[in-house]
């Protein structure tokens, strides 16, 4: 099956810094995702990006479906974006997203 | 729109127990979705359905889970007998087509 890979696994910042968070996956991908879970437990919709490139305030993606990988930019983080980001890929018409095992992030005040 | 509901938020039962999740999918949207996250094996799919029809249970870990959609606006996820390795939390999901899947709050189950 498909192998879905993020990086880095753990990131710690300073409120107000950026960062880049990846996603690779190992086939094409029909469908892909971008989550936040808030330390709460509930996961949250940022992007539905299965191609190109999306922007919601402070937060962006890219998706490169033809080199199979995908961004997600966080710019002037606040605390309140910690949380685990995951991105799914559904593929070959499984119907069915299959989750990165996330980046963990923790922004200080 | 409500958003995905699901009932309990928290379960804690004894092992033997029978266990029943409950799910309100958005209204409209003909998938569903059931989940299960753990620190070892991260989210993983147990179960879609389409058109209130199961299509496919293969992530399903074994006979003692069974998942029902009676209508488009509910469904149930059923542990009998539940064992600890069971404690996990329990996502329910919907979306139109396999686009965009939103998801409920979980329940946390623990099963002692």
């Known amino acids: 099956g498909i192998q879905v890979e993020q990086s880095p696994p753990d990131l710690i910042l300073q409120e107000g810094a950026n960062s880049t968070l990846r996603c690779n996956f190992s086939d094409s991908v029909n469908n892909l995702q971008w989550f936040h879970q808030n330390p709460w437990g509930q996961l949250i919709n940022l992007f539905y990006i299965p191609s190109g490139t999306k922007q919601n305030g402070r937060l962006s993606a890219t998706t490169v479906a033809t080199e199979r990988y995908s961004l997600l930019y966080i710019s002037s983080s606040q605390t309140t974006d910690s949380g685990v980001y995951f991105c799914a890929v559904e593929y070959s018409g499984t119907y069915k997203y299959i989750f990165g095992t996330g980046t963990r992030l923790k922004v200080l005040a | 729109d409500a958003g995905v509901i699901q009932s309990p938020r928290h379960e804690v039962t004894e092992m033997g127990q029978e266990v029943t999740l409950r799910c309100k999918p958005i209204?409209?949207?003909?998938?569903l979705f059931w989940y299960r996250q753990t620190m070892m094996r991260g989210l993983e799919l147990l179960i879609y359905?389409?058109?209130?029809?199961?299509?496919?249970d293969s992530g399903m870990p074994e006979d003692r889970f069974s998942a029902k959609m009676p209508n488009a606006s509910f469904s149930t996820l059923k542990i009998q007998p539940s064992e600890p390795r069971d404690s996990a939390v329990y996502f329910c999901?919907?979306?139109?087509?396999?686009?965009?899947?939103?998801f409920g709050p979980g329940t946390r189950l623990t099963v002692t």
């Open positions: 999901a919907s979306s139109t087509a396999i686009y965009e899947q939103y």
């Open positions: 359905f389409n058109n209130n029809v199961p299509i496919d």
């Open positions: 209204s409209g949207h003909d998938y």
